[in-house]
């Protein structure tokens, strides 16, 4: 494979393995979050926290812009306080596709825990089990295959990321170009063998993600 390949390839594995980590830490945290406390306003926080499903992924590029931008919120006092810049970086690319996939890690993981039956986590607790004992011995075994499938299609969906990632981290190669973005050069200079490459690859990829998270969703049988 050519090395024009296999440097887009590399990154975009990058991206989304870093992006897939910070969506499990989020997403796991939040999800049990909503799941097991009540609090006003906890429906509309799930609402906007899955709202990077069905915005355009430009407009979550313009809202990332705006935060974490060299005249954003954030983007201005990092840039100030410690010299950070994540516009035009992986670093910049691994936010944006963290933030278009957390809800698949959070909504897959809030169904897994509120699957989990409350009896069992209460005889934990009778036992003598200290609340996080409960969790990492009795919530989180009964609730991983759900989490996992989230944690599979976020992969594969930070790996496919477009829209935002360029917004925020435009097209460097070998810097910021994604698998995605790659794709997209090639189309628009003509370069159809190479962009047959990199679809195919992307699609198995895919493809193979999707497999591995079918069979772990709860409730599924290999037939």
Known sequence: MDAAWIVPLLLSLKVASWAT???????????LLLARRAFPGREFCDAVLTLPMVLPPTVLGYYLLVVIGKRGVLGAWMQHAFGINLIFTWQGA?????VVALPLVMKSARAAFEAVDPQLENAARV???????VFFRVTLP????????????AFARSLGEFGATLMVAGSIPGRTQTLSIAVYEAVQAGQDDVANTLVLITSVTCVAVLLAAGRLVPGHRAR
Request: charged fraction near 10%; glycine fraction near 12%; hydrophobic fraction near 70%.
């Open 94 to 98: 691994v936010i944006a596709a963290s």
């Open 127 to 133: 036992l003598g089990l200290t609340e996080a004992a």
């Open 21 to 31: 980590l910070l969506d499990l830490l989020a997403g796991v945290a939040i999800a």
């Open 142 to 153: 009964l609730a991983r295959r759900g989490i996992l499938a989230g944690v599979l299609l």
